[in-house]
């Protein structure tokens, strides 16, 4: 069963959501990628995040640029946890997104990650994932202890 629903607000946002897509398949957690736009098709995008948990989804990664509307509009919906992923670019480089995105009124939270870093939505979800799931937690504490261990091999770091 899907576990991550990983939503873009358009295909030019696609690249993104491949690399948290990797992430996920090699902590070996299920997810989709849709392409929805919560402007240009708020009726499916409603339709699709209704659906979700019925179908095991019990996190949400939603990427979007400019307005960056499609995370709040995703979280006000459901009350699954959604993590937003800010694109790079507009007139202030992806910032402007960023704050589109974390400046949520109370009530309706929406978890953020650094602008274009699908890498740590996909770890944030499975962390969120991890917390029922201990296989999980473990495959993402290994993951962590080789990440240490590429950098200590790193041969700048020799006799340290
Ligand atoms: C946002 O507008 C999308 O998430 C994308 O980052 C940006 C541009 O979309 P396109 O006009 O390229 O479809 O809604």
Do not use: C
Request: aromatic share 2%; net charge negative; proline share 4%.
């Amino acid at each position: 069963m899907t576990q991550v629903g990983i939503i873009v607000g358009s295909r030019s946002d696609i690249e993104v959501a491949q690399r948290a897509a990797a992430v996920l398949d090699e902590l070996g957690v299920m997810a989709e990628v849709r392409v929805i736009s919560a402007h240009r098709a708020p009726d499916l995008l409603s339709r699709y995040v209704r659906s979700a948990s019925d179908r095991g989804i019990g996190v949400f990664i939603a990427i979007a640029g400019l307005a960056a509307h499609l995370p709040g509009v995703v979280a006000s919906q459901t009350t699954l946890p959604v993590i937003g992923v800010a694109m790079a670019g507009g007139v202030a480089d992806g910032l402007d997104a960023l704050l589109a995105i974390v400046q949520m009124p109370k009530g309706v939270p929406v978890a953020a990650v650094g602008v274009g870093n699908g890498e740590n939505a996909a770890l944030l979800a499975a962390q969120i994932l991890g917390v029922g799931d201990g296989a999980l937690r473990e495959r993402l504490a290994a993951r962590r202890a080789a990440q240490a261990q590429a950098i200590a091999d790193d041969p700048a770091n020799e006799g340290l």
